[in-house]
Nanobody
Framework: QVQLVESGGGLVQAGGSLRLSCAAS????????MGWFRQAPGKEREFLAA????????FYADSVKGRFTISRDNTKNTVYLQMNSLKPEDTAVYYC?????????????????WGQGTQVTVSS
């Protein structure tokens, strides 16, 4: 079992940057594959980025490739999402997710645990 808590969301102007953090409880964080998703009002949850349990094999959605970077620090039980060149269409609630298995996953249905989300609002 793992609990996830996101932070770092907020209001930013278009073109700006934010770094989201997702802190995980438990002592086996380095066995969990991690991912970031977002959900805008009236839209389905969207995959953004994923990373394997040891930080390899990053995988990104086309919509954020080149702008967002996923990373993790297993010594701090934390996964990050660095977001640059933000656009108004990036406005959404951002979620991190964990799967108790090795690998990299892009389907929300493959993840076992979810955080409560953090709001990101990008103004034009």
């Amino acid at each position: 079992q793992v609990q996830l808590v996101e932070s770092g969301g907020g209001l930013v102007q278009a073109g700006g940057s934010l770094r989201l953090s997702c802190a995980a409880s438990g002592r086996t964080f380095n066995t969990y594959a991690m991912g970031w998703f977002r959900q805008a009002p009236g839209k389905e949850r969207e995959f953004l980025a994923a990373l394997s349990e040891m930080g390899g094999d990053p995988f990104y959605a086309d919509s954020v490739k080149g702008r967002f970077t996923i990373s993790r620090d297993n010594t701090k039980n934390t996964v990050y999402l660095q977001m640059n060149s933000l656009k108004p269409e990036d406005t959404a609630v951002y979620y991190c997710a964990a799967r108790d298995y090795s690998g990299t996953y892009y389907s929300e249905y493959e993840y076992d645990y979810w955080g409560q989300g953090t709001q990101v609002t990008v103004s034009s």
